[in-house]
């Protein structure tokens, strides 16, 4: 489901104001992803494709009030919803893309991506530039808060062998772009795939 930034915009853009309660047990699964993540005080981690901010409480609490949290998102109605929301005093919100993000080579512990790995229009490239800001040995989440088969369930269709989340796939595409796979986890409810980043 690769789509070009426009139609990002224009999808998450007319569901932002709505999107956190659309969506109001999704807070454990969040908090609960980011500790397995295993974050340290004082890491920096940006969470790439943030939305409303649903994670950045939870990554704050990981890395502490020394650590640095960075949301990043295409859609500008997103980071004001999570801004309304108060998310803004967890980190940085920012408006960029995360097929080129504004920041220096290796500036990142850690990327924490929900949601994100669906709607990216090139996913060898946007993988590869998401290592590039990461340290060699940071790591990399990408979650989701119900797994591959309710999520297609929940949009009426049915997974296939093609799907880039499922592990055959995504595990050489990982790989290709920088990124050691550490963990696959693909229940009913959670999507949790831990990778680290290549010397």
Avoid at 8 to 24: I, L, M
Avoid at 35 to 45: C, K, Q
Avoid at 124 to 148: D, K, T
């Amino acid at each position: 489901m690769s789509e070009d930034r426009t139609h990002v915009q224009e999808f998450f853009g007319a569901r932002a104001a709505d999107w956190d309660r659309k969506f109001p047990g999704d807070g454990p699964a969040f908090t609960t992803a980011v500790t397995e993540f295993g974050l340290r005080p004082g890491d920096r981690v940006l969470d790439a494709g943030c939305g409303t901010g649903r994670a950045m409480t939870a990554l704050r609490t990981a890395v502490g009030p020394g650590g640095t949290v960075l949301g990043v998102d295409l859609t500008p109605q997103m980071l004001a919803a999570a801004r309304r929301a108060g998310r803004d005093a967890e980190g940085a919100l920012l408006l960029a893309d995360v097929a080129r993000l504004p920041l220096r080579d290796e500036v990142l512990d850690a990327v924490f991506a929900a949601g994100l790995i669906a709607h990216l229009p090139d996913p060898w490239a946007n993988l590869r530039e998401l290592a590039r800001v990461v340290r060699p040995g940071g790591g990399l989440a990408l979650f989701h808060p119900i797994g591959r088969a309710a999520l297609a369930a929940r949009h009426g269709r049915e997974l296939t062998p093609q799907d880039m989340r499922a592990e055959h796939n995504l595990g050489p595409l990982l790989s290709g772009s920088g990124w050691d796979m550490a963990s696959y986890a693909d229940d009913d409810d959670r999507f949790l795939v831990l990778a680290v980043r290549r010397p």
